[in-house]
């Protein structure tokens, strides 16, 4: 059956571009956009085997749009020069593919695209259409699909008139409708003020069209029938302009869009024209566009996949010494409460599905002493996720030695948890559909029959056979393995452990602190109301906004489409003008901490061990970070004691244990006295001043006695703020003081520390030149942004250059702390346990007759974990409980 694909060529190079770190050729031409790109061509190639397919591009600026409305795309940054010069780099490579590409002047992709699906649905042929613009999803029908992309080049959901309906309750027809209202601010299409996305669906949902809604306009209320009244040609002018053309007078027919598969004649040519060397290789090309010698002798590998019981199981252990990879496959976002769907082991030649119910018989036990034998390397997906699902069913894991989804999160940490369908998009030409098209999503999530299970988890192990070898050449060529190899994988285990572990909560004393929250919101409430002079719905920003600027007539500071902002920025600037703004403030501090840390703690501890088991993600923060999730004990506010009371509840799980914590003591700015190698600085620490008098001494010109609280505090703000590249504004935000004076400030701090300064300047530079930034630990962090002709993309990426070098340093030292931390323990043959790693603080639940040798121990690993040009230092406490121990 005839099978179209067509791509909206602008809109995903444009994606690629910004999805894809920075890549060049040997000429310094950029080519990341074209990469992504064409990884994706090949990917949907591989998966779909299309019959015929196309690439759409615009021909120009100038549409017959703009004859209507001259503003159409008229607020559009201007195409950065490292993208424009990519698109006939594209363009060449698609015609050395043997890939169709349309465009023809007047006309917008879109339009082309357009006209064709309606061709298509006359012929009946069926056709997917992959864009990542929402205004597509018009073009739905029977015989059209929208493969919407949602992330980078990689994520593709598909929609057709049943997911439209099911997503908006619109028809695809409505979706102009949609845009009509609301507009496009990407296209310049103005819509109706005030109404966004909630408000169109809502009166759609009621009216049904642009039309109806303009109609019928008399039945609105209020400011809404002002607006639509008042814009009622905006909305049919934008309506018109958000309707793809479907009658473009294309010349080419069905015929020009045939696609007979690549042409290797010209498409190992065009690759190694770009240096797409990766891409030849998966496609076995060399760059005359032959077959390899490699590839000529290997043929086409079918997924060959035995479904393990007691017949083969004798057949199957005298293999496991052959097993290269693994998958596990659960399903459950919480690890700890995961389902196992069922196992593959992956030899080179054979794959072995392993059902869970089998897995869990006696007949079964070598399998599960293979799988938790910490000799046995072990290679796979996720193995940290798989630790803690097997560890749940009491089935015992060990021996991760190469896990692709943490490997693929140090090689491109921008782009947080990759799925292995993504990964496998990157790095391998083996067909692996989606998760989501096997098992379905959300409420129709369903395992499917024991074979599409079997091959589906069995192509998972081969795409993690084909990633492991290139991913270790690549975490090589960036110079990453001992960052991998020595780090990150002994960490996942050493986290994975903590996590099954735990920390004991007490309850009780949980629910008391719960009850005195909740008598401080009664009686917080009872004085606003007081106050206000009624009762109302302190939770309603609608309700609480009429309060304090209509009643009370407070100055409004801003507004939203729905009327007075009442967000926690406008009201910490209202607190000095109003006692009842500053009992708003504490009210929704203590109801924050009432629901999401005494009801939330109350709901994850575990009713078999009395404890919570967080779970730590490695792949999640661009910077290094651990994140902490199921419960996220990371957030915990401690500014406030109402915040530092729950830390009363972590307690010991075994009696007379103590808790001991250890908290590295201004790490970043010691990590940024290193690489700035400023004197001042290193001074400081090397001499163990306190840091913000010696700013405030150094910056105001004043000796020890003459810093006063206020020349301190600034000093503290402009010390934090370097580190995050603060700005004048944001410091001026910080010390509530005017810009000039905040800018001020922060150049006497460089005029005094020009280490600093010099660093700055020198680590944007380089930057610019390299597309990234690395830690000493040789992490890296690409800044595609770093070149933008936006000044405002432009600089967070420079400010994002200055500081991830010190913020992933300091990561990877509290990182490196646990690891050695870890051995430390198991050298000594100690009791004590590491639970839990909170931003620069590591807690442990200690033994008496542990206590006084963990008090020197940590402390003592902890200062030792990096060599710096400056003292690293950890400050010690223990008690009762983790309050106690802070």
Not at 52 to 76: L, S
Not at 168 to 187: A, F, H, R, V, W
Not at 500 to 523: P, S, T, W, Y
Request: glycine share 6%; hydrophobic share 40%.
């Amino acid at each position: 059956m005839d099978k179209l694909i067509v791509i909206d060529g602008n809109n995903i190079i444009y994606r690629a571009f910004f999805a894809m770190p920075p890549l060049s050729n040997a000429s310094g031409q950029q080519t990341n956009a074209v990469y992504g790109f064409t990884t994706m061509l090949l990917r949907l190639i591989d998966e779909h085997k299309p019959t015929h397919i196309m690439v759409a591009f615009d021909a120009g600026k100038e549409t017959f749009r703009h004859a209507d409305y001259q503003e159409y795309k008229g607020k559009r940054e201007k195409t950065p020069p490292e993208l424009s010069g990519q698109f006939p780099l594209l363009k060449e490579l698609l015609q050395g593919l043997g890939v169709p590409q349309f465009e023809i002047a007047g006309y917008e992709a879109d339009d082309i695209i357009g006209t064709l699906t309606r061709l298509a649905d006359q012929e009946k042929r069926q056709v997917m259409v992959v864009s990542g613009d929402k205004d597509m999803l018009q073009l739905a029908s029977e015989h059209v699909t929208i493969a919407m992309v949602r992330k980078g080049v990689t994520d593709i959901e598909p929609f057709g008139p049943a997911e439209i309906q099911e997503r908006y309750n619109l028809t695809p027809e409505q979706i102009i409708d949609l845009k009509g209202l609301m507009g496009d601010t990407s296209d310049n299409i103005p819509g109706i003020p005030g109404v966004g996305e909630k408000t169109a669906l809502k009166l759609l949902h009621e009216f049904g069209s642009v039309e109806q809604v303009l109609e019928r306009s008399d039945e609105l209320k209020g400011k809404m029938k002002e607006r639509v009244q008042e814009h009622a040609d905006s909305a049919v002018l934008s309506k018109k302009l958000a309707t793809i053309f479907r009658e473009v007078p294309l010349e080419q027919t069905w015929e020009d869009m045939k696609f007979d598969g690549l042409h290797p004649e010209t498409a190992g040519p065009a690759l190694a024209k770009l240096e797409f060397k990766s891409l030849l290789e998966r496609l076995k090309l060399d760059d005359g566009g032959t077959l390899s010698a490699e590839a000529a002798s290997q043929p086409e590998a079918e997924v060959q996949v035995s479904i393990v019981d007691e017949s083969n199981l004798t057949e199957v252990l005298s293999k496991l010494d052959e097993i290269k990879v693994l998958h596990v496959e659960t399903h459950g976002d919480n690890p700890h409460h995961a389902d196992v769907v069922g196992i593959v082991l992956a030899s080179a030649e054979q794959q072995y599905f392993i059902a869970y119910d089998f897995i869990k018989t006696e007949a079964a036990q070598p399998l599960r002493d293979w799988l938790g034998d910490s000799a046995v390397p072990k290679r796979g997906y996720d193995l940290h996720r798989i630790d803690l699902a097997l560890h749940s069913k009491n089935i015992a894991f060990a021996g991760a030695q190469f896990d692709v989804h943490l490997a693929g999160y140090l090689l491109d940490p921008t782009e947080a948890n990759q799925t292995l369908s993504s990964l496998a998009a990157k790095y391998s030409m083996s067909y692996l559909a989606s998760d989501e098209g096997v098992f379905g999503k959300g409420a129709k999530w369903k395992v499917p029959d024991q074979d599409t299970l079997s091959r589906h988890l069995a192509r998972k192990c081969a795409a993690v056979a084909q990633i492991v070898p290139l991913q270790e050449k690549e975490l090589s060529d960036n110079g990453m393995l001992p960052l991998f190899h020595e780090l990150e994988m002994p960490l996942s285990r050493i986290l994975a452990d903590m996590e099954k572990q735990g920390i004991a909560v007490n309850a009780d004393e949980l629910k008391e602190l719960g009850r005195e929250f909740e008598g401080q919101i009664a009686k917080l409430a009872a004085e606003i109301y007081e106050i206000a002079g009624t009762e109302f719905n302190l939770n309603s920003p609608k309700q609480l906004g009429e309060i304090l600027f209509v009643k009370l007539e407070l100055p409004a500071v801003k507004k939203t489409k729905t009327g007075f902002s009442t967000d926690a920025e406008v009201l910490e600037k209202l607190a000095p003008y109003h006692d009842i703004v500053r009992l708003i403030l504490q009210y929704r501090t203590i109801a924050k901490l009432q629901s999401t840390y005494v009801e939330g703690l109350l709901k994850e501890i575990s009713d078999v061990t009395g404890k919570v088991h967080t779970f730590y993600r490695q792949t999640i923060a661009a910077t290094g970070r651990l994140s902490s999730q199921y419960p996220n004990l990371q957030n915990i506010p401690i500014r406030l004691e109402e915040g530092r009371k729950l830390r009363k509840v972590f307690v010991p799980s075994e009696p007379g244990w103590s808790i001991l914590a250890a908290d590295y003591s201004q790490i970043e700015l010691r990590v940024l006295a290193h690489i700035s190698d400023d004197d001042r600085l290193k001074e400081a620490f090397v001499q163990d001043m306190d840091i913000h008098t010696k700013t405030a001494m150094d910056v105001f010109g004043v000796s020890p006695e003459e810093v006063d609280g206020n020349m301190r505090r600034s000093a503290k703000a402009v010390n934090f703020g370097i580190v995050y590249g603060i700005s004048d504004y944001g410091l001026s935000q910080n010390l509530n003081i005017p810009r000039k004076e905040a800018a001020k400030f922060i150049d006497q701090y460089f005029e005094v520390y020009q280490g600093v300064r010099r660093y700055m300047d020198e680590i944007v530079k380089q930057a610019r030149g390299d597309g990234y930034v690395k830690t000493l630990l040789e992490r890296r962090r690409y800044l595609p942004e770093i070149n933008a002709r936006n000044f405002n993309i432009r600089s967070f990426a420079e400010r994002t250059a200055m500081n991830t070098p010190i913020q992933g340093t300091a990561a990877d030292i509290i990182k490196l702390a646990m690891v050695k931390m870890d051995a430390a323990l198991a050298d000594n043959k100690l009791k004590s346990r590491m639970l839990l790693q909170v931003h620069d603080e590591l807690v442990f639940e200690v033994p008496p007759e542990e206590l006084e040798l963990m008090k020197k121990l940590v402390p003592e690993v902890m200062s030792q974990a990096l060599k710096l040009a400056v003292p690293l230092k950890s400050e010690v406490s223990y008690g009762e409980n983790w309050y106690e121990a802070k």
